[in-house]
């Protein structure tokens, strides 16, 4: 059978059988559709993945205090991490340019009339934005001066600093 033929033949099965043929071609379609949205899916998730890594910096190492989960007859676990570590792991470790401490909370923000329920807020040290990679964009970061006298200094992120204030100028105001 000469391949013209086999064509011929093949055409008039799918001239005849329109629907079977239809409906074979759509299963291919959506067949093949679903496996590029779903490669697709996976490479963008990959990617934004890998640029979160990526965000939090290559030479990054975190270090946290263990806790216990203590039952009634167990001792509560009072250790941890203090500043004085920080300071040792500056200090003692070669090749560590920045040691920077962090203590997540959430709590209630207050500026006039307007109150945000369950902000997240980060408490850190000076070394913050060069250990992040992060600049500020209006205004300065707090200083070694202000954390060593425990001045009460906040640094606001952009949509929080919107949400309070609007598009007026931030700095010099008092938040609760």
Same mark, same amino acid.
């Given at each position: 059978?000469?391949?013209?033929?086999?064509?011929?033949?093949?055409?008039?099965?799918?001239?005849?059988?329109?629907?079977?043929?239809?409906?074979?071609?759509?299963?291919?379609?959506?067949?093949? !559709?679903?496996?590029?949205?779903?490669?697709?899916?996976?490479?963008?998730?990959?990617?934004?993945?890998? &640029?979160?890594?990526?965000?939090?910096?290559?030479?990054?190492?975190?270090?946290? +205090?263990?806790?216990?989960?203590?039952?009634?007859?167990?001792?509560?676990?009072?250790?941890?991490? *203090?500043?004085?570590? +920080?300071? +040792?792991?500056?200090? #003692?470790?070669?090749?560590?340019?920045?040691?920077?401490?962090?203590?997540? #909370?959430?709590?209630?923000?207050?500026?006039? &009339? *307007?109150?945000?329920?369950? =902000?997240?807020?980060?408490?850190?040290?000076?070394?913050?934005?060069?250990?992040? #990679?992060?600049? =500020?964009?209006?205004?300065?970061?707090?200083?070694?001066?202000?954390?060593? &006298?425990?001045?009460?200094?906040? =640094?606001?992120? #952009?949509?929080?600093?919107?949400?309070?204030?609007?598009?007026?100028?931030?700095? !010099?105001?008092?938040?609760?």
């Amino acid at each position: 059978m000469k391949l013209s033929e086999a064509f011929r033949i093949a055409g008039e099965a799918i001239l005849k059988n329109k629907i079977r043929s239809f409906l074979t071609m759509l299963g291919i379609i959506i067949g093949v !559709g679903a496996v590029i949205i779903m490669v697709g899916i996976s490479a963008g998730t990959e990617a934004t993945i890998s &640029d979160q890594i990526t965000s939090l910096g290559s030479n990054l190492v975190f270090v946290q +205090a263990s806790f216990s989960r203590g039952g009634p007859n167990q001792r509560p676990d009072t250790g941890g991490l *203090t500043f004085d570590d +920080a300071t +040792a792991i500056q200090n #003692s470790v070669n090749g560590v340019v920045s040691v920077v401490v962090e203590q997540a #909370s959430s709590e209630n923000v207050i500026f006039g &009339d *307007t109150t945000l329920q369950s =902000v997240e807020l980060l408490g850190t040290t000076g070394g913050f934005t060069s250990v992040r #990679s992060m600049t =500020v964009a209006d205004g300065r970061f707090f200083t070694q001066t202000e954390i060593n &006298d425990k001045q009460k200094v906040v =640094v606001l992120g #952009s949509s929080l600093a919107t949400s309070l204030f609007g598009p007026a100028s931030l700095l !010099g105001n008092i938040l609760l």
